[in-house]
């Protein structure tokens, strides 16, 4: 068990890897009236090209990674949302490019929900029938977001900054993708991707520690064995030059206009890659923020609303910004961002003192997270 104390935040984070890889993280607060945790799964939208426990190249189809998410919470006599509700404990599951991650919070009966948490997402039951039903419900939810023209907007940013790649597809994946959807391959895909070596449980609330490993031991010790490898993804990352400019029509009050800039470089996952998307997230807000007199001027010219947001994504393996929101006069609202953005260092708004107070705005904003 490694223990790492940071003072200027009153934090203490607790680490431990259990004997089949499994990593955990505890974070004590006892000041918390609940606890939270949460069972992160590297596995996403863009894993569909690998190698299987076999050895075998393995290709799935787009929304995979999704699906199983929602099919392991159905076992063959029970739901595991039952067993969360019968406590009252509030769960959840969500699936993005890269990770799929399982969580629940609690007032009370925490280590039972955290057995029920290990236990639901370790032994996975798909039949033919399950399957076939869970297909009705996806293709419902794909067909949805089809009517958000905010998701339209994001996804058709993604086209444009990685056309033909993995991370451009809609994680839930398509009508006739997960159409191709059989119990076989979600077997699979989970297989290759659940081992516990390639999975995080991270705890956060008034528990002990100690206790929590322990339970967190014997439970993982009861379960089968797995080899403790990695997955081997054979996705081979070429992207095309940047698609130009693009309107999608859709039935809105308001225009949406959004800027993609595409990341050059692959940001390595470590202390280095972390300051690197934190400082850039800072200078977004140095520049974009709403305290600063750019924003102001242009709220003022009736280019942008509260709507207007910015952001740095890192998912592997690509790096991106968006930059937009919802506009009487898109090409107005473009011209004022790309006007920002050209003049690079050179702007009265990138001082030391701006710098200072973002900065510390931003620790406030962890803190209250």
Known sequence: MTTTHYAALGETLVQETMDNGLRVNIVPRPAFHETFAQLAVDYGSVDTHYRDITGA??????????????????????????????????????TSTNRTAYLFSTPRAVKENLATLLDFVQSPYFSAKTVAKEKGIIGQEIQMYQDDPGWLLYNGLLNQL????????????????????T?????????TFYQPSNCTLTVVGPVDPAEILALVAENQAAKPQFAQELPQRLDDFQVAPVAPARTLHAAVVRPKWVLGVRGQTPLANDLAGTRFQIATQ??????????GA??????????????FDYDYSVQRPANYLTIGGDTSDPAGLAQAVQ?????GADQAQLTPERFARIKQAAIGKYAMA
């Open 57 to 94: 190249a393995a290709s799935d189809p787009a929304g995979i990674a999704h699906f199983l998410e929602h099919k392991l919470f159905e076992k063959e006599d029970h739901d595991a949302f039952d067993l969360f509700g019968a406590t009252g404990a509030d769960a959840n599951a969500f």
């Open 162 to 181: 990685y056309p033909g790649e993995p991370i451009a597809q809609d994680v839930t994946g398509t009508l006739a993708s997960i159409a191709d959807i």
């Open 183 to 191: 119990p076989e391959l979600l077997y699979r895909a989970y297989d």
């Open 282 to 291: 800072l200078l977004l807000e140095m520049l974009f923020g709403d305290s």
């Open 294 to 307: 750019w924003f102001q001027q242009a709220y003022d010219q009736g280019l942008l609303d509260d709507s």
């Open 339 to 343: 006007a920002v953005i050209a003049a």
